[in-house]
């Protein structure tokens, strides 16, 4: 199979007809494909995969005028460079196969292989069993070669680390614990593409300039005895195929491999190779890529704020972090972090910001996979239609939604407040707790009303939609008014259903939880220590409630 001129990436026509076409056919005729129909990982790998091969194509674009002139020449271009690096693209080529390590082989003492449904994280196999696939127990389980490309690209983006199979290439043996996670799954970063109305316009949205690439695309460390920080060079370089490595020590093809921008794009953080017509393969550790907290630039996809956070003795530190996406937090809460543009200093959203239109509505395709452990846990993806209102009050999106934190900090207090009322090992069980982790035990405290809370939020977001529609007309008070007190609303009512009222010593925890809530004056909303009173009470292991 070829895969620049087999079909195998699956995309939706205009008329919502489901098929498989070419990386050719994607890169000469997107416009007569509306999106790719895809799993979040997926589409963020085949992304990638399109940009690299486009900007090989153009070897550019340099600057903006280039830019502009992408739909234009993009069919061209991508057709010759394919053409000339057809050989390059056989998924089971004799010398070198498609991403993959031609000459890796078994160890001296074990020549086991490992099925090719391991690159599938929805598959059973091994430790991944799933809920919905029932042929794990089969002796032989074939994978169509379009699927097993498609699993091919999206496992060396997004595997994760840990445990992996042993191998061996030209003599040099793997190991099988250690292996950091691929690129884009490290931190469970979220991934933001511009959206266009068919595919090809998706490529050009999200193809930054190597003008751009090359002033915010920097490596960033900080040494101890240091202030500020060190800023040091990152290259283009070139696709893998172009310059693969011809052994683990090959230094300057693993370099472009995984420190260059074009490299970095279609990664090999795994060996492998597969065995055609069988469904086994070789897999185990490949080249380690750096990640945004090694130093390395964040993704191009990815985000990067800055963030406090106390470290064990309870001292704040400053640091940069990628937006990350957990199951705790929806993605319409972090979204004035990722529509940024990324600045000189590395700080900002993706690189496709610069060209989002701010004339008229796109749609931003936010994805990712978050990690639990060593593993893949859940995918995530989410669209959001910005209009040209919503683009030019994104300050206001951002106070509202923080005016809705505020008050979740001050729920999460108000449930602490009833706690500690009516438990007097609450309080030294948090101060016990490393500084670091109180938060977490906290939320887990008032996890059934936050849960509540945000998903009622969530269903009434369109308040605060329609509130910043309506800036500058005569309804923008009252739809802020609505907005605000929904919110509000919401966090008592997520108070009574999750704090019990049946006896005397509850009423009164729930009362002083409620004080805690609707305080408006002097608000300490992280505040969550005892009153005088409440020290006392803990102390005698008894409540004013119960004192007789």
């Avoid at 076409?21 to 999106?35: I, M, P, R």
């Avoid at 809530?517 to 009173?533: A, F, G, I, P, V």
Wanted: glycine share 6%; proline share 5%; charged share 25%.
């Amino acid at each position: 199979m070829n895969v620049a001129f087999d079909a195998w990436v699956p995309v939706v026509t205009a008329m919502g007809e489901r098929k498989l076409v070419s990386l050719y056919g994607v890169l000469t005729e997107g416009e007569k494909f509306a999106d790719l129909a895809v799993r979040p990982h997926e589409r963020v790998s085949l992304m990638r995969l399109f940009l690299c091969v486009a900007h090989a194509a153009l070897d550019g674009p340099k600057n903006y005028a280039e830019w502009g002139e992408v739909p234009k020449q993009l069919p061209d271009a991508a057709g010759e460079y394919l053409t000339q690096w057809k050989d390059s693209f056989e998924l089971f080529h004799e010398k070198k196969p498609w991403l993959q390590v031609a000459n890796l082989n078994g160890t001296e003492n074990s020549g086991k292989t490992s099925p090719v449904a391991l690159l599938d994280p929805e598959l059973a196999t091994g430790n991944n069993s799933t809920l919905f696939d029932h042929h794990g127990m089969l002796t032989t389980r074939i994978v169509r070669p379009a699927r097993l490309a498609l699993n091919l690209l999206a496992f060396l983006n997004f595997s994760s680390g840990g445990g992996a199979p042993v191998a061996q290439w030209n003599g040099k043996k793997t190991s099988q614990v250690g292996n950091p996670d691929a690129p884009c799954l490290s931190q469970s970063m979220a991934h933001c593409l511009l959206r266009g109305k068919n595919v090809a316009e998706t490529i050009y949205l999200n193809l930054p300039t190597h003008e751009q690439i090359g002033m915010v695309y920097h490596r960033y460390s900080r040494e101890k005895k240091r202030t500020d920080d060190t800023v040091a060079e990152v290259k283009m370089g070139r696709p893998v195929w172009e310059s693969f490595p011809t052994s683990p020590d090959d230094s300057a093809s693993v370099v472009n491999a995984n420190s260059t921008y074009l490299g970095r794009l279609a990664p090999i953080s795994r060996w492998i190779r597969l065995i055609k017509d069988t469904d086994q393969m070789y897999c185990c550790n490949g080249f380690k890529y750096d990640t945004h907290k090694d130093g390395f630039p964040a993704e191009p996809t990815a985000s990067v704020r800055l963030v406090t956070r106390k470290d064990k003795k309870g001292v704040e530190i400053v640091e940069r972090k990628v937006v990350s996406v957990s199951p705790e937090k929806a993605v319409w809460r972090e979204l004035s972090a990722l529509l940024v543009k990324r600045a000189a200093d590395g700080l900002g959203g993706p690189f496709a910001m610069v060209n989002a239109p701010r004339d008229r509505a796109y749609d931003l395709h936010v994805c990712a996979v978050t990690r639990d452990q060593a593993s893949m846990d859940i995918g995530v993806e989410s669209v959001f239609h910005l209009t040209p209102m919503f683009q030019s009050n994104l300050g206001v999106y951002s106070a509202e939604i923080e005016e809705a934190e505020k008050t979740s900090r001050k729920l999460r207090a108000a449930v602490e407040r009833y706690r500690t009322t009516i438990d007097a090992d609450w309080t030294p069980r948090v101060k016990h707790t490393q500084a670091k982790d109180q938060g977490k035990l906290r939320n887990r405290l008032a996890q059934a009303a936050l849960l509540f809370y945000w998903t009622a939020i969530e269903k009434n977001l369109s308040l605060l939609i329609a509130h910043i529609e309506a800036i500058g007309t005569d309804t923008a008070i009252p739809s802020r008014d609505a907005w605000r007190k929904m919110i509000f609303s919401t966090a008592c009512e997520a108070y009574r259903i999750s704090c019990g009222q049946e006896t005397p010593r509850q009423m009164r925890a729930v009362a002083k939880g409620w004080q805690r809530l609707t305080r408006t004056k002097n608000e300490t909303t992280e505040d969550t220590s005892l009153t005088k009173e409440d020290e006392d009470e803990q102390i005698s292991g008894t409540t004013p409630a119960t004192r007789r």
